[in-house]
């Protein structure tokens, strides 16, 4: 029988402790409504609603608007341009010079040499993009975490206003350098980039609801997202509205309307309510330092790890306590990085890591095909831009409603006690994730092996399962760390998501153009494998997990 006394210390430490707070019903209050008793927050006169979920779409989506015409449109854009005043030094093949130096319509815009140049100048455009995003997202999702969420998004909103007026500059100053694209990629990732955004957006939904429903909330976030890109660009097959006006008034209206769409995101950051309120921001405020949090299993009061004051008080009552400075030298640095999870929700002691490196690996395969994909279909299947315009529409609309019909249909077959047992909820949507991988995969072999271009519809559909994928792995995260840490948890996810938006263009880049003359659809078998492999990580979480609970049961 348990000592009363060793439960009691237990309890206390509970209270005491940062990780362990937001289980109460006050703090139930203000997940599902935004407020709670002690909120000094009131609605402004035009905004009178409290904060939700829905406050938040709408930036992502207009958001998903912004960046869908720009990369929908940024192919057409770096080719007509590198047509027009030859490719930089830099991306010349030495072995093809000939090719540069013609003029006018002697030019052979169209050749292997023209794609694979155009491939390798978007590739380190965008990798150059994500090593700053890998340096600042943690940094602006952290922040967000002491100071509101409003103040993180209007940072990406104000900064992307800005780098999407580069393209314009490059365009009607013929005597501009076309490197200075990379300064507006530059700007872009400072501000942490659309990533940053994606994690700021989560975040602000996490706040303002429970931990049951997040899965499905974070389903219709992205959503949101998916809805902007099928109006803008999904996945970097194309825009709607860029290849209407592109159609109508020409290429370059797409990067007139663009930064435009981008102020309004602002302008709308700056109406709604800040989720995280003064008094969850003054009830974040860790009471002790993350590595100096206690860990408590809150069944049986055991298995304590804390400060040296309270592990020496609680080991005299449960002889079970492990000070925090006997943590080997791997335990320490993991947890400076990633927070402890929650005891009794996701089984696996480093499963948070492992589930972020899974994710890691996935995008690698999203961005690496991603990328590639416009290019490839520009010469493979001599698309126009309009053509891949319409095909983003429909993909995109596929994945939305994929995440607001298919996913919530989909939570519903869940075992019953779920939002008793949120580890039993994780359980499922651990399968749901591995799941969302191997379509992922099925997706990318699809692309490799149409014969026609058409093919890429049904991959559309098939990625549109996939994509549920994505808030189910952001759901399980949201689950197994406390509420304070949610910022800094998914800030942490979207450094791994950015390193991998910094590797996969440029190394799928020189695998497109090394491929390109024998086997140009190789880089999507390449997309598929190693989606493939990301897909076993996730399932040594799930078999830690299922025998975590069959110990604890």
């Known amino acids: 029988m348990d000592d009363p006394e060793a439960v009691a210390a237990a309890h206390d430490a509970q209270e005491a402790t940062p990780l362990l707070r937001g289980n109460n019903d006050n703090d139930r209050r203000q997940h599902k409504t935004g407020h709670s008793d002690h909120d000094d927050d009131t609605p402004k006169w035009y905004w009178p609603w409290p904060a939700t979920y829905w406050a938040a779409i709408p930036v992502i989506f207009i958001a998903g608007v912004v960046i869908g015409p720009t990369i929908a449109m940024s192919t057409p854009l770096i080719k007509l341009l590198f047509c027009e005043r030859g490719i930089p030094d830099l991306f010349k093949d030495k072995n093809v010079d000939y090719l540069f130096s013609l003029t006018g319509d002697e030019k052979d815009c169209e050749s292997p040499e023209y794609s694979a140049a155009i491939a390798k100048f978007s590739g380190v455009l965008t990798s150059l993009t994500a090593i700053l995003v890998t340096l600042t997202v943690r940094y602006w999702n952290s922040m967000s975490d002491r100071l509101g969420r409003r103040k993180g998004m209007l940072v990406w909103a104000i900064g992307t206003t800005i780098a999407q007026t580069f393209p314009l500059l490059v365009y009607y100053n013929k005597g501009m350098s076309l490197y200075f694209l990379w300064v507006g990629g530059l700007i872009e990732g ?38 902007g890109l099928g109006v803008g660009f999904f996945m970097g097959d194309r825009s709607a509205i860029a290849g209407v006006v592109a159609k109508n008034y020409g290429m370059i209206t797409v990067f007139w309307m663009v930064p435009m769409i981008a102020f309004i995101d602002v302008l709308y950051v700056l109406m709604i309510p800040e989720s995280l309120t003064a008094a969850k921001r003054a009830a974040n405020k860790p009471m002790v330092t993350d590595s100096q949090a206690t860990l408590i299993d809150v069944n049986n009061g055991s298995n304590v790890e804390g400060s040296n004051t309270m592990a020496s008080n609680i080991t005299k009552r449960t002889n079970s306590a492990r000070p925090q400075q006997y943590q080997s030298w791997f335990d320490r640095n993991v947890r400076s990085f990633v927070p402890e999870q929650l005891p009794h929700r996701l089984g696996g002691k480093y499963s948070v890591v492992v589930l972020m490196i899974t994710c890691f690996l996935a995008l690698m395969s999203v961005l690496g095909a991603m990328f590639q994909s416009s290019t490839y279909l520009l010469y493979r299947f001599k698309w126009t831009g309009i053509e891949l315009s319409y095909m983003g529409a429909i993909q995109g609309l596929s994945r939305l409603l994929s995440l607001t019909v298919l996913l919530p249909i989909i939570k519903k077959l869940a075992p019953a006690g779920t939002k008793a047992n949120p580890a039993l909820g994780i359980s499922f949507d651990l399968k749901v994730m591995i799941m969302g991988l191997w379509i992922e995969a099925l997706t990318f072999l699809i692309y490799a092996m149409t014969p026609i271009g058409e093919g890429f519809y049904i991959g559309g559909v098939t990625g549109a399962i996939g994509s549920l ?70 399932i040594y979480i799930a078999v830690a997990h299922r025998n975590e609970m069959k110990h604890c049961a």
């Open 190 to 227: 400072t501000v942490g980039s659309v990533l940053c955004l994606i994690a700021l957006v989560h975040s602000y939904a996490a706040d303002v609801s429970t931990s049951e429903q997040r899965t499905v909330v974070f389903g219709r976030v992205m959503a949101g997202w998916y809805a």
């Open 469 to 538: 994928f994505f808030p189910a792995a952001r759901g399980i995260m949201s689950q197994s760390v406390a509420p304070e840490l949610l910022g800094r948890t998914l800030g942490t996810l979207a450094t791994f998501e950015s390193m991998a938006a910094a590797i996969a263009p440029s190394l799928y880049a020189w695998i497109y153009s090394l491929t390109l003359q024998t086997h140009p659809s190789f880089v999507f078998y390449v997309a598929a494998g190693v989606i493939t492999i990301a897909s076993g990580p996730a």
